[in-house]
């Protein structure tokens, strides 16, 4: 794979407006890292033919919940979403991961993720949930005071 392909696929997993801000925010001391994500991570192992984006997506998600990784799980919870991916689906995949990672962590990963489905939801429908979550405070592309620009 090259760079090119690693940065299509990058692009069409978390979407060009995540990527343009995320290239932009680059800075010498960290590009060096953005290119071997891209090269390694979307180039090489999102690339290879063994599993569908769809799974990929899903097991992302539960690997980053097990984790902690908690903009990470944003960013890959609304890139999903936005491909298709059901809230009932990432909703399966938190529980399976309670299981085995941990109730802390699934819980953490639930709350988030329910802000990203309510965001989602009023995107699509241009109404509001009024379910109490400020699904405005994680502003897109990760969560508040947090550094998201690698990804």
Partial sequence: MTDADGERVRRAVLGD???D?????????????GEFITEYAWGGVW????LDTHTRRLLTIGVLCSLGCEDELVMHVRAALDDGVSADEVKEVLL????YAGLPRANRAFHLAGRVVAEHDVAEDGVAAD?????????????????ARIG
């Fill in 17 to 19: 407006a995540h990527v």
């Fill in 21 to 33: 801000r995320s290239n932009a925010a680059r800075t010498d001391f960290d590009r060096d890292f």
């Fill in 47 to 50: 690339s290879r033919p063994g």
């Fill in 96 to 99: 399976h991961t309670a299981v």
């Fill in 131 to 147: 379910d109490g979550v400020d699904a405005g405070s994680a502003e897109r592309g990760g969560a508040p005071g947090r550094d």
